[in-house]
T-cell receptor
Framework: LAKTTQPISMDSYEGQEVNITCSHN???????ITWYQQFPSQGPRFIIQ???TKVTNEVASLFIPADRKSSTLSLPRVSLSDTAVYYC?????????????FGKGTTLSVSS | GAVVSQHPSRVICKSGTSVKIECRSL??????MFWYRQFPKKSLMLMAT?????????EQGVEKDKFLINHASLTLSTLTVTSAHPEDSSFYIC?????????????FGSGTQLSVL
């Protein structure tokens, strides 16, 4: 499984856009990139998933360059409630029974 | 989205006792479920893969006799921490693999905080 590298922590203020970049140099052809959010004492929550180019949903955008060796999660106009740990994971979602291996994640702290 | 229910959310037990944690997929059938363990301010660590009707596959370093996993039905997997000791105190999280063509394939439970006294 491809290893991912993210910044350990990031700080931001309310209303700002936050971009968290993840590198995954050994991503395989069938791998997708998935981002999860985790609050303390809770299970991870799915944010967004993509394969290439750009994906956008109601909470975030995911930018993936052509070589797919990295990806950037973009959170528009963060609020205090976005303070959490964000995990970038790569894997083949079509491989039934394949676990997701979590890296260290990025702790995002949003201040007022 | 699909829901995975984990119970209990918090348990305190005495050293030497056993604790069972349940993980249920409420609105889908999950052939495969996964158990993770998380220490404070650390990432999730995969403990084992639970397959319905067969023996679980444990990650290296995880004692299968200590962490008993049973996946007797397509909607329920259980993790039993046997003869618990204080070092087993941790946050345990399950996830279930959704079989459908959804963007989100793995759904996570809300976790169980185990404290062994």
């Amino acid at each position: 499984l491809a290893k991912t590298t993210q910044p350990i922590s990031m700080d931001s203020y309310e209303g700002q856009e936050v971009n968290i970049t993840c590198s995954h140099n050994n991503i395989a052809t069938n791998d997708y990139i998935t981002w999860y959010q985790q609050f303390p004492s809770q299970g991870p929550r799915f944010i967004i998933q993509g394969y290439k180019t750009k994906v956008t949903n109601e909470v975030a955008s995911l930018f993936i360059p052509a070589d797919r060796k990295s990806s950037t999660l973009s959170l528009p106009r963060v609020s205090l409630s976005d303070t959490a740990v964000y995990y970038c994971l790569v894997g083949d979602p079509n491989q039934a029974g394949t676990a997701l291996i979590f890296g260290k994640g990025t702790t995002l702290s949003v201040s007022s | 989205g699909a829901v995975v229910s984990q119970h209990p959310s918090r348990v305190i037990c005495k050293s030497g006792t056993s604790v069972k944690i349940e993980c249920r997929s409420l609105d889908f059938q999950a052939t495969t479920m996964f158990w993770y363990r998380q220490f404070p301010k650390k990432s999730l660590m995969l403990m084992a893969t639970s397959n319905e009707g067969s023996k679980a596959t444990y990650e290296q370093g995880v004692e299968k006799d200590k962490f008993l996993i049973n996946h007797a039905s397509l909607t329920l997997s259980t993790l039993t921490v046997t003869s618990a000791h204080p070092e087993d105190s941790s946050f345990y999280i399950c996830s279930a693999s959704h079989p459908g063509p959804t963007n989100e394939k793995l759904f996570f439970g809300s976790g169980t905080q185990l404290s062994v006294l």
